[in-house]
């Protein structure tokens, strides 16, 4: 049993009273004196040269302050991309300039050109309306293909629309087209993964300050990680001095990666803070967040598996096109390459695999990480083709991966993908998924849905994902451009309470509630009296926030790396105080005390003598008792799941209705079960969007036709069901402190493909020898292929 | 200009606005009630719901003039009177109904309103009352859990903690 608010326990959270009773604090909810406000001109046009911006009309608006236009920042740095890809030849990826305002062409709808700054929201719109503005409009690049054929760039300076041509593992390319040529039988899939916008709730907002007096800049953001914003702001594009600018993320409403990015008008706020000496703020309306918030997957995908007359696996070959968008976004050439080609073994011993991967310029939003970042891609990818092979060679699905898995006895396992898998047990996983989920009962659902006349499918799915983002020295060598640990400072205070700054942000996750369990497990004390402080470069260590499903896995491990030098020092102050060797004293419970005796004294006794240091060791120990660790993992963490769900399909409409999800996860270690099954409920969510739902749709023109919730098909709740959520089958992380693996994208990454293999059941039980839907399996896509079929 | 009074969480208040001014804004910019959230601009979403005279309003879509002389109650004024929280704020903390906490107060006075009209809602009953709310984050389970568990019902058999 867990101890009351340790580590294991579901301890409700701490910070849902203020979300409760609308005490919350987000960045829109700020409100400075003297703020004036912010407001984007963005282009109606997908591409298109900028041939004059007169601002002097609008700038004789009553309440406008300054305009900005793009020939203000002309001399300031780009955004970065932060990770640098080279081609399969060796040649650097294309990196054209992301400037904080558009210069010269405008390349997406959306794309701000200019800015007013007003006393009011309303009066700076009225002056956007006054910028007297001509743009010449050419032809959008929207369809990747075609973007790769023509001349037509949205660069014109780099001469080509792709960024880059990569290949993973070039070096097993012959092999692989070898293995695939011999191969009994090849099966071959061409798929979409559909474009999405991550639709946190909280639009994004940036507030902007400068003190004239100090020459400290202040900026409040919506970030999941104000020390990389930070960084990129400092070190890229402004050049402000990283000890001048403070860089606060206070309550997020969401994140699922598009919160990860430094964006232009973070940079925008922070220049017009010091040109007019006022605060300066911007908040996101709905349709600019669909306009200019990073978006997710877009990848078309052909692959192929090889596989013996036995039904082992061969070979995985895929040849996929990204998009990335008009700009590169921080994550948005990692994400396609090494946390997708490096996932391209899945669950299995499969010994060959081979990843082609070209990112493509169009004329659209920028393309970045969205919940899962990757690796749903390479699961979608994967877990469809092996569905479809099983179908084509006559085996039962969950056989045929079983026969492939890796098997508990072969960790560490070097997957052909490069990576190395520390533990695992995806049989357990299976069992486990196919006893939780009634799987036997199946037949009896299938024949009650029939006599309703609905079809009933059976969908299943096996994942292994990368996370606990990620070994400095390893994304180094990659191609990273910063380093991925992360840091905790643990202050015990004089009077025994804690303040624990942690590098992670939490917008949802529950960190406040968390990382004290962990804390208070580790000391022995009360969880209430410890409380974490985050989201502020001026308070926390050096930390790079969330997302990769990292907080726990790295910023938890730094947590624990702290607190044992905090014990460490605490030993050696008790056992002054005790007048015994610190190698004879024992820590538990939160009480310190002399082996073989009955003498001890309390953590708290000893948090007082740090900070009062009479009759203390001064010429041997420090006062004080705060410690800082930064952690750096050893590797990737690998969580893995089995996840199935049944769906039912309406012949007459195509309609299809989730009716039962079933998630079965090794996340390792559990630090609170009610939190981590809440992460996977939430990834449920937007995957059976994703597979069901949820389509970002670009004209040819490069206008956006699902720019608002009436257009964008976000899931309700009554598109969803109540879901079976088991992590009972886990094996320990070998190489953090806590075990843990993290838990954050599972249930995103898991449950597309479930939920398209459980359609194309269902179509074949009804005679319709259909192989592939591509989401969203809206009623028309099912409808028009059952028609279709034979 | 014009001045609009109401009462706010049983407070009377006065406040000049425009006529364009939504009731969202006096609320949040005027009367610094900033748990009302804004989430869309299309009245789709649900974070910005309160309470006119007893009924569930998508503030963002009601002009602060149409509310002049009506009852108000927001998020900030659902708590018990000794600061304690509500039987729903309750069940939404006891069944981890909220993760971000953005789309939070629409959900709980969502709730309300559901529960006066209908006190022993079914799960179906509940997912069709929450079709003007969007969460992204909990994938709606715990909220739908955290609602029957708030109307009295034993959510025990729902799976998982």
């Known amino acids: ?790 | 200009m014009t001045t609009v009074t109401m009462t706010v969480n049983g407070k009377p208040v006065s406040e000049n606005v425009e006529g364009r001014t939504l009731l969202s804004t006096l609320l949040r910019d005027d009367l610094r009630l900033t748990g009302t959230h804004i989430g869309c601009d299309t009245s789709q979403c649900g974070a910005c719901v309160v309470h006119v005279n007893g009924e569930a309003v998508k503030s963002c879509t009601m002009f602060a003039i149409e509310a002049d002389g009506a009852e108000v109650s927001t998020i900030e004024g659902q708590a018990n009177a000794d600061g304690s929280l509500n039987v729903i704020q309750q069940a939404f903390q006891d069944h981890h109904g909220l993760q971000c906490g953005f789309c939070t107060p629409g959900m709980v006075m969502t709730t309300a309103s559901l529960l006066k009209e209908n006190p022993k809602p079914t799960e179906a009953e509940v997912r069709t009352y929450l079709e003007g709310n969007i969460c992204r984050c909990t994938g709606y389970h715990n909220i739908v859990k955290a609602i029957m568990a708030a109307s009295g019902q034993d959510v025990s058999a729902i799976a998982a903690e």
């Open chain 1, 1 to 790: 049993m867990p101890k009351d608010d340790g580590i294991g326990a579901a301890t409700v959270r701490r910070e849902d009273v203020r979300f409760l009773t609308g005490r919350g604090r987000y960045s829109d909810d700020i409100k400075a004196f003297g703020e004036c406000a912010a407001v984007f001109a963005r282009s109606t046009v997908a591409n298109g040269t900028i041939k004059s911006i007169n601002t002097e009309a609008a700038a004789a608006m009553p309440g406008v302050l300054a305009i900005f236009t793009g020939e203000d920042f002309v001399d300031v740095g780009g955004n970065p991309a932060g990770w640098l890809v080279n081609s399969r030849d060796g040649e650097p990826m294309k990196e054209p300039k992301r400037p904080v305002l558009a210069h010269g062409k405008v390349r997406h709808v959306g794309d701000a050109y200019a800015a007013v700054i007003a006393e009011t929201v309303e009066q700076g719109r009225d002056a956007v309306e006054a910028l007297e503005v001509d743009i010449e409009e050419h032809a959008a690049v929207i369809n990747m293909k075609d973007a790769l054929a023509g001349t037509n760039y949205v660069h014109d300076e780099i001469g080509t629309n792709q960024c880059f041509d990569w290949g993973w593992i070039e070096d097993n390319r012959a092999a692989t087209d070898e293995a695939i040529k011999g191969a009994h039988h090849v099966t071959t899939l061409e798929l979409v993964n559909n474009r999405l916008v991550p639709n946190a709730m909280e639009p994004r907002c940036s507030i902007g300050d400068y003190n004239h007096g100090t020459g400290d800049y202040t900026l409040q953001t919506t970030s999941q990680n104000p020390h990389l914003t930070r960084l990129l702001i400092s070190a890229f594009v402004l050049g402000i001095p990283e000890n001048k600018l403070t860089v606060i993320a206070p309550d997020v409403g969401g994140g699922f990666g598009s919160k990860i990015y430094h964006y232009g008008e973070e940079a925008l706020v922070l220049a017009a803070a010091k040109k007019l000496g006022r605060t300066v703020k911007w908040t996101s309306d709905r349709s600019e967040a669909f306009l200019t918030d990073a978006h997710g997957r877009d990848h078309v995908t052909k692959i192929e598996l090889a596989l013996d007359e036995k039904g082992n696996f061969l070979a995985f070959r895929t040849e996929t096109y990204a998009n990335v968008g008009a700009y590169l976004s921080n994550f948005s050439t990692v994400t396609p390459t090494f946390l997708h080609g490096t996932l391209m073994a899945g669950n299995y011993t499969v010994p060959l695999v081979y990843v082609n991967l070209k990112a493509v310029f169009t004329n659209t939003a920028p393309v970045d990480a969205y919940r899962g970042a990757g690796r749903p891609e390479a699961t979608f990818s994967l877990e469809r083709v092996i569905d479809m092979a099983a179908r084509e060679i006559g085996r039962d699905p969950i056989e045929l991966r079983r026969q492939n898995f890796i098997k508990p006895d072969q960790y560490p396992f070097a997957s052909a993908a490069g990576l190395e898998y520390d533990s695992g047990n995806y049989d357990a996983l299976m069992d486990q998924m196919e006893k939780v989920s009634d799987k036997a009962g199946f037949a009896a659902r299938r024949a009650e849905s029939e006599s309703k006349g609905l079809l009933r499918g059976f969908g299943v799915n096996a994942y292994v994902e990368a996370c606990g983002i990620a070994p400095s020295n390893l994304v180094g060598i990659l191609g990273s451009r910063v380093g991925l640990y992360d840091a905790a400072t643990v202050r015990v205070n004089a009077t025994g309470n804690l303040s624990v700054m942690v590098g992670a942000h939490s917008h949802g996750q529950g960190h406040e509630t968390v990382f004290p369990q962990i804390v208070a497990d580790m000391l022995g004390i009360d969880a209430a009296s410890i409380d974490i402080v985050h989201g502020d470069t001026s308070k926390i260590p050096f930390g790079m926030g969330t997302y990769g499903s990292r907080s726990l896995a790295v910023c938890g491990s730094a947590v624990v790396r702290a607190t044992e030098k905090v014990i460490a020092k605490a030993t050696k102050i008790a056992a002054h105080m005790l007048e015994a060797e610190a190698g004879d004293v024992d820590f538990n419970d939160g009480t310190f005390s002399v082996k073989g005796t009955n003498r001890s004294v309390s953590f708290g006794e000893v948090a007082l003598k740090a900070y009062i240091p009479h009759d203390y060791p001064i010429d041997l120990i420090e006062p004080g008792l705060e410690e800082t660790a930064f952690y750096d993992p050893a590797n990737f963490t690998y969580p893995s799941g089995a996840y199935c769900c049944e769906v039912e399909v309406d012949p007459e409409t195509g309609k299809v209705r989730v009716d039962r999800m079933t998630a079965v996860d090794d996340f390792g270690n559990v630090m609170n079960p009610m939190i981590v099954t809440g992460q996977v409920h939430g990834g449920l969510g937007q995957g059976i969007g994703q597979a069901l739902v949820e389509q970002t749709t670009y004209d040819d023109d490069g206008q956006l036709l699902s720019a608002s919730y009436m257009d964008y098909a976000m899931p309700r709740a009554d598109d969803l069901p109540f879901y079976v959520v088991d992590h009972s089958q886990s094996t320990v992380c070998t190489h953090n402190p806590l075990g843990a693996k993290g838990c954050g994208e599972a249930g995103a990454i898991g449950s597309p493909p479930t939920v398209v293999n459980a359609v194309i059941d269902a179509m074949q039980s009804g005679g319709k020898n259909i192989t592939h839907i591509d989401m969203p399996m809206t009623p028309h896509r099912v409808w028009t292929a059952m028609n279709n079929a034979q």
